[in-house]
Structure formats: structure tokens, C-alpha cells
């Protein structure tokens, strides 16, 4: 049977000649044949050249993503389980470092819009597209084959699947319900992860480099003559940054976030590991905590702030940089000369050369000198597509007060 077929308007194929693997909807002239969601069509410039094989999505502006570009392929069950085996081995080397890992990044690994994490021996699974949802079983049966996993758990509860106009499913989809929660190893630091009510699937993976170095900078810090860091860590989640300080060697440290479930969780994680260090945790809104430790006249050798998504999308840019540059202000306001600032971003509207100008801009407004240590982004196992800079959704600046 012949497959139905997308058709763009003249001079809309340019992208995919570079190919990018997204199509929005002003660039689709007709769609020839019967294409139900999810179903896999063929994509033809206006003058009917071959341009790739894409997932169809008619109720979402974003209209199609693609599968491949090569004619000769066929998008079947052998296509979609060399995919899953191939980003799974692409990651073995990674588990030496840690038992939490992302194992499928959606475009990265040409899996659009299926994201696939492992945490111990449970698998957890984003299906936030109508093309990976039409493949959902064999997607599943392919990445339980490839690591030999049996629990997996459904976590395809996102906004993205609205805009897909696909429900919200969460449960398991394999083996037996999770334990609440699941202990993984980071580096020898253990963390509890609730695969079935935390943010995202669960723990903030893409952020493993990045304790780390937090790790390696308290060390760093500690290993200098006077008293040991403080350290602040702002929208602390379960704690992720204040155990890798401690496990650095931290002094002192203040964990802050509105979410009293996500501290509790924090706490746990802190008694698993059996810190000693002086730890206190703060349920308050960041943006009235770090206006509130100036005025107690707190200062701080290591600060972290790692907030959630500012931007949904373009149209929160102006709104999403002015809550950058607040954090930024007052947060270099409270770092001690020589301290270290690691400040991030999660909006994927916001590019790494706005952020890092809003930081700039903080940086002017507190009077303070700071210098730009390195860029930071998500781990190796969040690799972006090089046809597609949208993946870099995760970006993040070290500086240190020189001033």
C-alpha cells in the first residue's frame, strides 16, 4: 500500500536539505492519501522531489517529524529496534559512572519525541509524540531487549503530549509497580528517585556532570586554608548539587525549594549517605529566599541555581529573562569573593548567547567582577543532533567573583 504523502509549499524543503527533522504546519501545502495520527508519510518538496520519511501529527503545529532521510529505508519493527539497541550501546560505557541514564533522546538518536531512562533496574518511558506513540509496544519490546530490563514505567504525562493532542498516561507498563523510590548511584552518592510523581521521570540525569564538578569545586574550596564552603543551592530538587558539595567536602549548606515533598525527599537522600556536614533546608519561593539571606547578611562560597523552565515557548522569552536576571542579581550579591556561581537555564526559547547576555547583565546591575569559568550543558547521554540546535535545551554558565 502506498504511503500517504506530505507536500511542502515551494522553498519550505530547505531545512530538511539540512536535515532538521521538524515540520510545522505553515510549511505543509496538502497531505495525498489516508494519514492518520502517527502514521508514516512521505515528504516531497513542491515539486515533488523525495525529502524524508516523518511521523504525522494533524493536531499539533508541528506537523511532522522525521523518521529518516534515505528513500530505500522502511520504517518498520527491524528500523525501530536497531534504533533503541544502537543509543543503548552508544551509553554502556556511562554506566560505570552511575545506574541513572538516559538511554533514548528522542532526535538525538533518531527516535522522535521517545525518551527512554533507566534508574537501577527500572526503565522509564516519554512517549511525547503521535509518531512514538503509534510505536509505542515495539519500542518498549526493543528496549527491554536491549538491557535486558523488565519493569519499565509509563511517565507520558507531559504538556508536549497535549500539544500532540495525545492524553496524559503514567503506570506500569512492564513488570511491577516501583518501589517509592528507587535507590540509584551517582559517583558513590546514592539518591532515592520517585519514578512516579518526580519532575520529569523522576531525578535531573542530564545534571550528573555537573554535580560532579559542584563535587570537585567544594573539594577545590575545602582544600584551601580557613574554614570549610558554604555553599547555597537554590531550587534544590531532591537535593541532587548539596549532596555532590557534601560529598566534597562542604562546611555549611542551605538547600531551598517551595516543594515540600521535593525536600522531604532531599532529607532522605542526605540520611542514606550519612552527611555531617550543617545542613539546613528551606521550603520558601527562591526569588523571596535570596532577597530574604541578604538582608541576614548570609554569604556564600559555592552558589547553585538550577531553576525550572522559565519559557514554554518564544512567547515567555521577555517575561522568562527577567526571572534569570533577578536569580542572577541576587544570587552574585550573596557569593563571596572567589566564590563559584553555576547558573543554568532549562528553556529551550532561551539560546545559550541570551542567557549568557542576562547573566552578563546581573552581573553589571550587582556590582561585582566575575569572570566566565566554561559553559555547561547536559551529560554525554543528552547529545544534541547537529541538525538540530532545538535539543539544547539544557545550557548553563561557571562563574567566579574576582571582586
Known amino acids: 500500500m502506498k504511503p500517504a504523502e506530505l507536500w511542502l509549499k515551494p522553498g519550505k524543503e530547505k531545512s530538511l536539505l539540512r536535515r532538521h527533522p521538524w ?3 505553515t510549511a505543509v501545502a496538502r497531505v495525498t492519501g489516508r494519514a492518520e495520527a502517527g502514521a508514516t508519510v512521505a515528504v516531497r518538496a513542491a515539486d515533488g522531489r523525495y525529502l524524508a520519511w516523518a511521523a504525522y501529527a494533524p493536531a499539533s503545529t508541528l506537523r511532522a517529524r522525521c523518521w529518516g532521510f534515505d528513500e530505500t529505508q522502511r520504517i518498520d519493527v527491524d528500523f525501530i529496534a536497531a534504533r533503541v539497541h544502537a543509543a543503548v550501546a ?3 560505557h556511562l554506566a560505570a559512572d552511575s545506574d541513572a541514564l538516559r538511554l533514548v533522546f528522542g532526535e538525538a538518536d533518531g527516535l522522535p519525541g ?3 531512562d533507566r534508574y537501577a533496574d527500572w526503565l522509564v518511558v516519554q512517549l511525547q509524540a503521535t509518531g512514538a506513540e503509534a510505536w509505542r509496544e515495539m519500542l518498549i ?3 527491554v531487549q536491549a538491557t535486558g530490563c523488565g519493569n519499565v514505567f509509563d511517565r507520558s504525562d507531559s ?3 497535549q500539544r500532540e493532542g495525545l492524553p496524559a498516561t503514567s503506570g506500569v507498563l512492564r513488570g511491577v509497580t516501583p518501589d517509592a523510590p528507587i535507590e540509584v548511584v551517582e559517583h558513590s552518592i546514592r539518591y532515592g528517585v520517585d519514578v512516579q510523581r518526580g519532575h520529569k521521570t523522576g531525578f535531573y540525569i542530564d545534571q550528573r556532570d555537573n554535580r560532579l564538578l559542584v563535587r570537585q569545586l567544594a573539594a577545590r574550596l575545602a582544600a584551601a586554608p580557613g574554614r570549610a564552603p558554604r555553599v547555597l543551592n537554590c531550587f534544590c530538587y531532591t537535593g541532587g548539587f548539596s549532596l555532590a558539595a557534601a560529598a566534597g567536602g562542604a562546611g555549611e549548606l542551605l538547600s531551598v525549594d517551595s516543594s515540600a515533598d521535593a525536600l522531604a525527599l532531599a532529607q532522605d ?5 550519612g552527611f555531617t556536614a550543617a545542613a539546613e533546608w528551606r521550603g520558601d519561593d527562591v526569588f523571596d529566599a535570596l532577597r530574604a539571606l541578604r538582608d541576614e547578611g548570609r554569604v556564600f562560597d559555592l552558589i547553585v541555581l538550577d531553576p525550572p523552565k522559565f519559557a514554554a515557548s518564544h512567547h515567555h522569552v521577555e517575561r522568562a529573562a527577567r526571572a534569570y536576571k533577578d536569580i542572577n542579581l541576587n544570587g552574585l550579591r550573596l557569593l563571596a569573593p572567589g566564590g563559584y556561581l553555576l547558573t543554568f537555564s532549562c528553556s529551550g526559547a532561551i539560546d545559550v548567547d541570551l542567557f549568557q547576555k542576562i547573566v552578563a547583565g546581573a552581573v553589571f546591575d550587582a556590582r561585582v567582577e ?9 551529560g554525554e547521554d543528552h547529545p544534541l543532533l547537529m541538525t538540530h540546535p532545538e535539543g539544547e535545551y539544557l545550557k548553563g554558565l561557571l562563574l567566579q567573583r574576582v571582586g
Open 141 to 143: 519490546d526493543a528496549l
Open 370 to 378: 566575575a569572570q566566565m569559568l566554561r559553559r555547561l550543558g547536559a
Open 114 to 116: 521517545f525518551v527512554a
Open 23 to 25: 515540520i510545522y504546519d
Open 159 to 161: 504538556a508536549t503530549r
Open 269 to 273: 537522600n542526605w540520611a542514606r549517605n
Open 90 to 92: 552508544r551509553r554502556a
